[in-house]
């Protein structure tokens, strides 16, 4: 499994960015997927997922502002980011979760990075 980050730089505080993660190897569809971040000095927080079936959850740093969505025929996550403020600064990295029962395990895109001036 490969797992292909894109989409950051930099954005005016206020601005938006779409971030997209390309995915290849088995079937995505079947795949838990989502967005984490990391901030210099912080933790790796989980930003949003998307499971299977479309269900959708956010951090609540981020619900209201943020999107995630994923595009099943071209094999593509997206994370629509509005509102951005200078906390959302970071490393995004995308990872795919396949299903239990299929015994494979979770993979991680490269990450792309977010700054985001005030």
């Known amino acids: 499994v490969q797992l292909q980050a894109s989409g950051g730089g930099l954005v005016q505080a206020g601005g938006s960015l779409t971030l997209s993660c390309t995915y290849s190897?088995?079937?995505?569809?079947?795949?838990?997927m989502g967005w984490y971040r990391q901030a210099p000095g912080n933790q790796r927080e989980q930003v949003a997922s998307?499971?299977?079936?479309?269900?959708?959850n956010y951090a609540d740093t981020v619900k209201g502002r943020f999107t995630i969505s994923r595009d099943n025929a071209k094999n593509t996550l997206y994370l629509q980011m509005n509102s951005l403020k200078p906390e959302d600064r970071g490393v995004y990295y995308c990872?795919?979760?396949?299903?239990?029962?299929?015994?494979?395990?979770?993979?991680w895109g490269q990450g792309t990075q977010v700054t985001v001036s005030s």
């Open positions: 190897g088995t079937i995505f569809s079947i795949n838990h």
């Open positions: 998307i499971s299977a079936g479309g269900s959708t």
């Open positions: 990872y795919s979760e396949p299903p239990a029962r299929s015994g494979l395990v979770a993979s």
